[in-house]
């Protein structure tokens, strides 16, 4: 489903050049959960953008669903990316002005309204759904950004540290939801991590060490 070969990335910032990737190749499956590990700063976040066509590289090629993402226009990886793809980021992204259910349903205007509901009490934040965001916590956030990525029912689902803001008994529910999502809907999740327990219940960890991305 998603193909990385020969991928090389670098930054310029003002006269220092930090290369991120150098020469990767690495395939990930049609379905199942993957989790990204690595030092602050290796790359993790990084290497979901890439792979989810928000981010540009040098050398190399990243195909998903067998379309060259280096050859696409941005309203194609666009598309593409709408078609296939749910994000949660550690920083939320909801829209301030809606109510959490009312973020959820605008993620996708053709869900069913039950899917949502059963989404949100899934995650245990159905109590909130008609607060604003600016009302509730951040980790009631970061849940809702994740059910709001769900709402569409991606056939791959991209996270950022989906339970860095949450205390242990939430995490584990997220954890157990997530890993649950992907095995019962044939999905590929690729989420990356701080949280070595976690990530090893993924179906595959990838480390990324030394510019370089390593199946441990």
């Known amino acids: 489903m998603i193909s990385i070969k020969n991928l090389s990335k670098s930054y310029v910032d003002n006269s220092n050049h930090q290369n991120v990737f150098e020469n990767v190749s690495y395939e990930f499956g049609a379905k199942g959960a993957y989790s990204i ?4 700063g290796s790359g993790k976040t990084t290497l979901l953008n890439l792979i989810s066509g928000l981010d540009s ?3 190399g090629t990243i195909e998903v669903f067998n379309q060259n993402l280096s050859i696409l226009s941005v309203e194609e990886r666009s598309a593409l990316r709408k078609k296939y793809f749910g994000f949660g980021y550690q920083f939320h992204y ?4 809606l109510s959490i259910y009312e973020n959820c349903l605008a993620a996708n205007f053709g869900i069913d309204a039950g899917y949502i509901d059963k989404t949100l009490k899934k995650l245990g934040i159905e109590n909130i759904k008609n607060k604003l965001p600016s009302n509730v916590s951040g980790g ?6 994740i059910a709001r990525a769900l709402s569409k029912k ?3 689902l991209i996270l950022d540290e989906p339970t860095g803001n949450l205390d242990q008994e939430n ?8 890993l649950e999502y992907a095995k019962t809907n044939n999905s590929l999740i690729i989420y990356a991590t701080h ?4 990530a090893k219940r993924a179906d595959k960890t990838l480390n990324i060490i030394e510019r370089n991305i390593v199946q441990e």
């Open 195 to 198: 949280d070595v327990a976690f």
């Open 37 to 40: 590990v690595g030092s602050s």
């Open 57 to 59: 590289f040098e050398n």
């Open 171 to 178: 995490s584990l529910v997220v954890q157990d939801f997530l």
């Open 94 to 97: 909801l829209l301030e002005n």
């Open 154 to 156: 991606p056939s791959i």
């Open 140 to 145: 009631e956030k970061q849940r809702a950004s």
